[in-house]
């Protein structure tokens, strides 16, 4: 897994990426990234042991990550964190050595919710995620 | 008694005595029914919580059952018909004849994965994907695609040199033959890799959508005879009393009439080519 810091300065600042995200397609996303790394931890998750919110917009999609809501498919699975892609939940779900991976891409960890998330924008290639069956 | 081949060697008749089994199974709506179940025990087995057909000790007797069910429902289409095993650590290629169009039929297109050759072609009218995750009613492969690699023999001889069948803390973080095969941790991560090599729906929670899924776990399944064969003393563990685990007297969901004890010795069902 890869550095704590490197990666709480990623994704600290959840604000600015929004804001970044809002503003534009996915290459100023990079930007509203690296200036996300000076701003202040605004997501009220830093530092509690589960991954950090996220919200931006990845090859033209929404991708959201953040804290399960009760009752939520998330809640029950996906060790309390949920993902989206433009809305539909994506299933994800955490492995012991803290890797993530989902239903898209099953068999192939990854470091965090967010990196899970864009790997499966880029597996979808514009498809829409069907509602979970389970 | 059943023989289970390779694929490689299956003649021509074979080959396609089991395509019309498969797409028979499809088309009575049996085969969907085995796509929706493998994808809810890869959503639900988890490695905090209860855990059956995977990241488990029972991943190996669960996917032994599982293939057992599926091969009884091609043969009651086509008595003939067993089910072959791929052995990725030796027809490796994208080109191999796995993959010709009067078998499996190929890779994906580069525009959207879609297989296009082969009797699993969406354009054949017989191969929609009914169970899935995304939108798209066609089958996807992406072979050899993004850097992704097949285990090497090496690797899987490394593995089955491992003499203890499973460890504590029975899940995705284990050391010992069980999760070096199935890939979560070691050289290789072997069964995993083959499915991420694959691509498509081969890499997703409804892998069996492609008919290679069968295939390929007929190998993890014989590669699991030939650790016994070569460790007789090792037993199944856990033993017994193990939290969200199954244990060897332990019954399985989904059958709940069947235990990994009941799954060790393949010969009463099938046995292999060699």
Redesign the interface.
Same mark, same amino acid.
């Given at each position: 897994m890869s550095s704590n810091v490197t990666r709480r300065l990623v994704l600290r600042g959840t604000a600015v990426a929004i804001a970044g995200a809002a503003l534009a397609a996915p290459s100023a996303l990079a930007a509203g990234r690296a200036a996300s790394t000076a701003a202040t931890d605004h997501s009220g998750h830093g530092g509690h042991g589960g991954p950090e919110a996220f919200d931006e917009v990845y090859q033209g999609r929404r991708i959201v990550g953040r804290p399960a809501e009760a009752g939520s498919h998330g809640a029950h699975?996906g060790?309390g964190f949920s993902v989206l892609i433009d809305g539909q939940e994506l299933?994800v779900?955490?492995? =012991?050595?803290g890797t993530w991976i989902s !239903?898209?891409?099953?068999?192939?960890?990854f470091a965090t919710p967010r990196a899970v998330a864009r790997a499966a924008v880029d597996?979808?290639?514009g =498809?829409?995620?069907?509602p979970?069956? !389970? | 008694m059943a023989v289970r081949k390779n694929q490689a060697t299956l003649t021509a008749t074979e080959k396609r005595n089991l395509v019309n089994a498969l797409l028979e199974l499809k088309r009575s709506g049996v085969y969907d029914g085995f796509v929706?179940t493998h994808?809810?025990f890869?959503?639900?087995d988890?490695?905090?919580g209860d855990r059956v057909g995977h990241?488990s000790p029972s991943f190996l007797p669960w996917h032994r059952r599982f293939l057992i069910q599926f091969e009884q429902e091609l043969q009651k289409v086509d008595a003939s018909v067993t089910l072959p095993y791929w052995d990725w650590t030796a027809d490796r290629s994208a080109t191999s004849s796995l993959w010709g169009a009067d078998f499996l039929g190929g890779t994906g297109r580069s525009r959207?994965?879609q297989v296009t050759t082969g009797p699993f072609a969406y354009s054949t009218g017989k191969w929609n994907i009914n169970?899935?995750?995304?939108?798209?009613p066609y089958l996807q492969r992406e072979l050899a695609a993004g850097g992704a690699q097949l285990p090497t023999r090496a690797q899987v001889d490394a593995v089955l040199a491992m003499t203890t069948y499973d460890m504590a803390?029975w899940?995705?973080?284990s050391d010992g033959f069980r999760n070096n095969l199935e890939?979560?941790r070691g050289q290789g991560r072997i069964?995993?890799?083959v499915?991420?090599w694959v691509g498509g729906q081969m890499?997703?929670?409804?892998?069996p959508n492609d008919p290679v899924f069968w295939m390929h776990h007929c190998f993890i399944d014989k590669l699991w005879a030939d650790w016994r064969r070569m460790h007789p003393t090792s037993p199944y563990l856990p033993a017994a009393g193990t939290t969200n685990v199954v244990d060897l007297n332990d019954t399985m969901r989904p059958w709940n009439n069947v235990t990994p004890a009941d799954m060790l010795d393949h010969t009463k069902f099938y046995t292999y080519d060699r």
């Open positions: 699975h060790g299933h779900m955490q492995n =012991a050595d !239903v898209v891409n099953h068999y192939e960890p597996k979808l290639r =498809a829409t995620l069907v979970i069956a !389970v | 929706r994808n809810e890869i959503m639900s988890s490695d905090s990241r959207d994965s169970v899935n995750v995304d939108s798209r803390p899940n995705s973080a890939g979560w069964h995993n890799s499915h991420v890499s997703t929670g409804v892998s």
